[in-house]
């Protein structure tokens, strides 16, 4: 586990970003039972950590992707990290709806920006990549060359692995599931004997705790 996999998981954990509640799990949108709950927004809440991550994010731009033209942000959760990282790295910034508004000129990418630029986009959580991906393919159909994606977390779930492959797209992180659990059970936020329900939620999420 690198230093900042381990900084970052420890500052999801203490702001209460990421849950950890194998006995009691949560129950997501899709359905699934699941012993993790993220919601990296609320790092934004918390200049420390804030601070800490639009720096790591600049560092692994630098490190993975070299010099990019443009940062993209994924709409919504990561529109504030993306315009962070932008800023500290004196790019232009633009952001990726969902799908395109319904009014006026129909955007589904928001800002400036020009075919043949190199673009870099930032995400705040990585699950299956459905969604993150559809980000990049638009990026790609204006004629972008999408240089790769950071994240702040990934669950790391082999679907995303797949669908990242398949996309063609490198994806960098800052922390992972595997640093989370690491740095829970070193710091008697869980127990040896949740690691292993941990470990085979990922493995099946659809199926876990059935």
């Not at 630098?62 to 504030?80: N, Q």
């Not at 779930?157 to 797949?162: L, N, R, W």
Request: with cysteine; glycine share 8%; hydrophobic share 40%.
């Amino acid at each position: 586990m690198s230093t900042t996999a381990k900084k970052v998981a420890e500052h999801l954990l203490q702001i209460k970003a990421i849950k950890l509640q194998p006995t009691n799990p949560f129950t997501w949108a899709s359905g699934w039972n699941s012993p993790i709950y993220c919601d990296n927004r609320k790092t934004l809440s918390f200049p420390n950590v804030r601070d800490y991550i639009r720096d790591a994010f600049a560092d692994l731009i630098k490190a993975e992707y070299g010099d990019c033209d443009v940062v993209a942000g994924v709409a919504t959760g990561a529109i504030a990290q993306g315009v962070l990282v932008a800023q500290i790295l004196d790019k232009p910034f633009v952001y990726i709806r969902s799908s395109a508004k319904a009014h006026g000129l129909e955007n589904k990418i928001e800002g400036h920006i020009e075919a043949g630029q190199k673009v870099v986009v930032v995400e705040d959580l990585v699950s299956t990549g459905g969604s993150s991906l559809q980000a990049v393919e638009a990026l790609r159909s204006v004629g972008c060359d999408v240089l790769g994606m950071v994240a702040i977390f990934t669950y790391g779930f082999q679907v995303a692995v797949d669908n990242f492959a398949n996309a063609n797209c490198k994806l960098a992180t800052l922390s992972d599931y595997n640093a989370m659990i690491e740095l829970a059970l070193e710091s008697g936020y869980i127990k040896a004997d949740d690691v292993e329900s941990l470990k085979e939620w990922r493995k099946d999420p659809s199926n876990w705790g059935k």
